[in-house]
């Protein structure tokens, strides 16, 4: 039975030598949780950090919230730009940010860029089944991306990262003024040889508070009623200028 024992143990020891456990231990935090979109909102910093126990590389992915997203094509038509088709992605981040501390090429494959989502070319983007594919779609998801990359939504180059004596990492996630409310996720991966050992996601609410809040939520659950209030006050601002002016 002893020797059983002795037998086992040599065999996982041999084992651990052969197949080594390839995991690392990752924490990872942000600054602020909640961002408040108030009457004064410009935009605004918040602090990405944290520790790994193992060197490796870090991407770190903050994207949400998922949602329907319009696409839509102008054209010259007898001297006019106009809207002429209409693509909408079932379901795409509203807001996409990355970071890495080299260049993602120089960290994994292709393969694994893609399955991880790595960077914009690699998001997955859901077309409606049947409605566009080949180059069509490729050019209505470069047509999204684009636009979301002028409107600051989407970063154009990763941002980086700084890593201080192999351990500690930090970066910066730039959130624009015009940034969606919604539920956030913040995503931390660690990269050893070109693939991923370790990763953590960490929750990110932003949300308007205040009158900005009231409006937005009446706005969009009684839009008619929204409308004829916005139309109402156009008129009676328009009718109060008419008579300064007119007194004048």
Same mark, same amino acid.
């Given at each position: 039975?002893?020797?059983?024992?002795?037998?086992?143990?040599?065999?996982?020891?041999?084992?651990?030598?052969?197949?080594?456990?390839?995991?690392?231990?990752?924490?990872?935090?942000?600054? =602020?949780?909640?961002?408040?979109?108030?009457?004064?909102?410009?935009?605004?910093?918040?602090?990405?950090?944290?520790?790994?126990?193992?060197?490796?590389?870090?991407?770190?992915?903050?994207?949400?919230?998922?949602?329907?997203?319009?696409?839509?094509?102008?054209?010259?038509?007898?001297?006019?730009?106009?809207?002429?088709?209409?693509?909408?992605?079932?379901?795409?981040?509203?807001?996409?940010?990355?970071?890495?501390?080299?260049?993602?090429?120089?960290?994994?494959?292709?393969?694994?860029?893609?399955? =991880?989502?790595?960077?914009?070319?690699?998001?997955?983007?859901?077309?409606?089944?049947?409605?566009?594919?080949?180059?069509?779609?490729?050019?209505?998801?470069?047509?999204?991306?684009?636009?979301?990359?002028?409107?600051?939504?989407?970063?154009?180059?990763?941002?980086?990262?700084?890593?201080?004596?192999?351990?500690?990492?930090?970066?910066?996630?730039?959130?624009?003024? =015009?940034?969606?409310?919604?539920?956030?996720?913040?995503?931390?991966?660690?990269?050893?040889?070109?693939?991923?050992?370790?990763?953590?996601?960490?929750?990110?609410?932003?949300?308007?508070?205040?009158?900005?809040?009231?409006?937005?939520?009446?706005?969009?659950?009684?839009?008619?009623?929204?409308?004829?209030?916005?139309?109402?006050?156009?008129?009676?601002?328009?009718?109060?200028?008419?008579?300064?002016?007119?007194? =004048?």
């Amino acid at each position: 039975m002893k020797a059983l024992r002795s037998l086992l143990l040599c065999g996982l020891i041999a084992a651990g030598l052969v197949f080594p456990a390839r995991s690392a231990s990752l924490v990872a935090d942000l600054s =602020n949780h909640l961002v408040a979109i108030t009457s004064g909102f410009v935009g605004v910093d918040v602090l990405l950090f944290g520790t790994v126990d193992e060197p490796g590389d870090i991407v770190v992915v903050v994207r949400g919230p998922e949602r329907a997203q319009p696409v839509l094509r102008k054209s010259n038509v007898a001297g006019l730009w106009i809207n002429t088709a209409r693509m909408t992605f079932e379901s795409a981040p509203a807001f996409y940010f990355i970071a890495s501390n080299r260049p993602l090429e120089e960290i994994a494959e292709p393969s694994v860029l893609s399955a =991880n989502q790595f960077g914009v070319a690699h998001l997955q983007l859901g077309l409606p089944p049947g409605r566009a594919g080949g180059r069509a779609a490729q050019e209505w998801r470069e047509a999204l991306i684009r636009n979301k990359q002028r409107q600051g939504l989407y970063v154009r180059e990763p941002a980086g990262i700084s890593i201080l004596g192999q351990r500690l990492f930090r970066t910066s996630v730039h959130l624009p003024s =015009n940034v969606p409310p919604g539920l956030y996720r913040a995503e931390t991966y660690v990269l050893q040889d070109g693939q991923v050992v370790a990763a953590q996601t960490t929750p990110l609410s932003i949300s308007k508070l205040g009158m900005e809040a009231d409006l937005f939520s009446f706005a969009h659950e009684q839009p008619a009623a929204y409308g004829a209030i916005a139309v109402l006050a156009a008129l009676m601002a328009g009718w109060l200028a008419h008579l300064l002016f007119r007194r =004048n």
